[in-house]
């Protein structure tokens, strides 16, 4: 398994953070020893490479359902968010959007939907059983937490892989008010100040994918 040493803390992952994130997960998977956890772990994969190449809330993403995925035309629309066991309408009203999919974030829903093919259930992302998340924080300190451990990274929350889509789209030439808009922020001065560090990416973005740039 590939080694990372521990950084100093920061909102965004690193470049080479992000490497081991996404290229240890089938591994990951591999070391299943039951179908419940080869599930939840074929899902976390979904879920690290939708939450990066769409940058949505955490919330907004467990309280995702099919009927707000438009396959046709590759557009999400995020209308609510899952918070303390309860679907809400979103933070604001300028959170209320609908956003174009990355390469990422409509492959990711693709496998999501092969994998829960035989489930009856209208939500997106679920538990290991089967049922809708209640809480980020059931990803964050559970799967999430566990699968950082195995890649020996410093544990940050789940909710700062939106921080980095944000600092790697910006950082590589993306327009300030067009991710703005995408992150659901009333003002771009949100945008700058709370979810944008002074990071390690360098190059362009060069096209629809957040993770091919990322990896190459």
């Not at 937490?145 to 410093?154: R, V």
Request: charged content about 25%.
């Amino acid at each position: 398994m590939l080694k990372f040493e521990k950084t100093t803390t920061n909102l965004s992952y690193t470049d080479d953070e992000m490497y081991l994130i996404l290229s240890e997960c089938e591994n990951y998977i591999k070391e299943s020893k039951s179908k419940p956890i080869e599930f939840i772990r074929t899902q976390l994969k979904n879920l690290i490479y939708f939450s990066y190449g769409s940058g949505m809330r955490s919330g907004e993403i467990i309280g995702l359902e099919w009927k707000d995925v438009d396959f046709k035309n590759k557009t999400l629309n995020i209308n609510k968010t899952m918070r303390n066991g309860r679907i809400k309408t979103t933070k604001t009203e300028a959170s209320i959007r609908v956003i174009d999919m990355s390469e990422e974030s409509y492959n990711a829903l693709i496998f999501q939907k092969e994998l829960c093919m035989d489930i009856d259930c209208e939500t997106v992302f679920l538990t290991q059983y089967k049922k809708p998340y209640t809480n980020v924080s059931d990803i964050s300190k559970g799967s999430w937490k566990t699968y950082l451990k195995f890649c020996n990274i410093e544990y940050r929350k789940f909710y700062n892989l939106r921080h980095t889509f944000a600092t790697k789209v910006l950082s590589n030439g993306g327009k300030v008010h067009q991710l703005s808009g995408h992150l659901g922020h009333k003002q771009i001065s949100t945008t700058m100040n709370r979810y944008v560090d002074s990071n390690f990416y360098k190059g362009m973005l060069g096209g629809k994918s957040i993770i091919n740039d990322t990896l190459n």
